[in-house]
């Protein structure tokens, strides 16, 4: 399974973006997804994930409201729109998929990484 992320970019405060994940070399509905991301310096952090039906969306707390995990399964692509970014949003942000019916919050359980896209939130 091939994961490809994109729709990273530099954002002001307050600003917008959606990522997306288009996966090929698989049954894309056999998959949990998941976003996972590393801010500079940090250990990565668990971002928001879904199961293969888009159903029992996960989030960390202090980011539900703001971002929201989506699937399409008829284009294989799973996106995340962030919303009301703030400075200490910035990091690289992965998508992630597991071959599981309960997407895990534990990045080290994810079998299948792209290669990140960078979210820059600055004025």
């Known amino acids: 399974v091939q994961l490809q992320a994109s729709g990273g970019g530099l954002v002001q405060p307050g600003g917008s973006l959606r990522l997306s994940c288009a996966v090929s070399?698989?049954?894309?509905?056999?998959?949990?997804m998941g976003w996972i991301r590393q801010a500079p310096g940090k250990e990565r952090e668990f971002v928001a994930a879904?199961?293969?039906?888009?159903?029992?969306?996960n989030y960390t707390p202090s980011l539900k409201g703001r971002f929201t995990i989506s699937r399409d399964n008829a284009k294989n692509t799973m996106y995340l729109q962030m919303n009301s970014l703030k400075p200490e949003d910035t990091a690289v942000y992965y998508c992630a998929a597991v071959r599981h019916p309960t997407p895990p919050v534990f990045p080290d359980l994810y079998d299948y990484w792209g290669q990140g896209t960078l979210v820059t939130v600055s004025s």
């Open positions: 070399g698989g049954t894309f509905t056999d998959y949990s």
């Open positions: 879904l199961n293969w039906s888009g159903g029992s969306p």
